[in-house]
């Protein structure tokens, strides 16, 4: 399944999109969106915060709704575009779901299976592999998180300041 860049572009400002939804109600800002014949079959942004379920990422909230839209477990023929490189769970549920091709912007140093810490998605030792496709508007992506957590921390200063525990950082 072969996209243009500007096709590929497009599907990724829409997960890009999802993503704001999720910073604007608090969540981590990562978004996903699931496409087949070029129509949008499944969106998602993070919820994991306020529906207090560690399960409901982007990725999982898409594949969910392409299953619904397909009545079909399997997303054979998709594509899935995600803000933020897939942990373990959701690359998990690409696997199982058996989409064929998946879009990052994004790596995830910490969490990101699917080229950065290993790569779950072209394990032969699984029934399904996937190409992946790593960078698509990186810096953009990036800059959601950046700006996210760069926002919290510096709440929590602020915070800490006012209620008189702000311990300065200490300049050696």
Same mark, same amino acid.
């Given at each position: 399944m072969g996209y243009t860049q500007t096709e590929i572009?497009?599907?990724?400002?829409? =997960?890009? $999109?999802?993503?704001?939804? *999720?910073? #604007? +109600?608090?969540?981590?800002?990562?978004?996903? %969106?699931?496409v087949k014949d070029g129509q949008i079959i499944g969106r998602g942004h993070n919820i994991r915060e306020h =529906?207090? $379920?560690?399960?409901?990422? *982007?990725? #999982? +909230?898409?594949?969910?709704?392409?299953?619904? %839209?397909?009545?079909?477990?399997r997303l054979e023929d998709t594509a899935i575009f995600v803000t933020l490189e897939p942990c373990p769970m959701c690359a998990g549920a690409i696997i199982n779901s058996r989409i064929p091709n998946v879009y990052f912007g994004a790596s995830d140093p910490k969490a990101g299976v699917t080229g950065t810490l290993m790569n779950l998605l072209t394990d032969k030792r699984f029934n399904h592999q996937a190409t992946v496709v790593a960078g698509v508007r990186e810096a953009e992506c990036a800059a959601l998180l950046q700006t996210f957590f760069k926002k919290i921390r510096?709440?929590?200063?602020?915070?800490?300041?006012?209620?008189?525990?702000?311990?300065p950082n200490r300049v050696e």
């Open positions: 572009d497009q599907w990724m400002q829409v =997960a890009i $999109d999802e993503a704001n939804q *999720a910073r #604007i +109600i608090g969540e981590v800002p990562i978004g996903a %969106v699931i =529906a207090q $379920d560690a399960t409901l990422h *982007a990725e #999982i +909230i898409a594949i969910q709704e392409a299953c619904m %839209v397909e009545k079909s477990w510096e709440n929590r200063r602020k915070k800490k300041k006012k209620t008189g525990n702000f311990k």
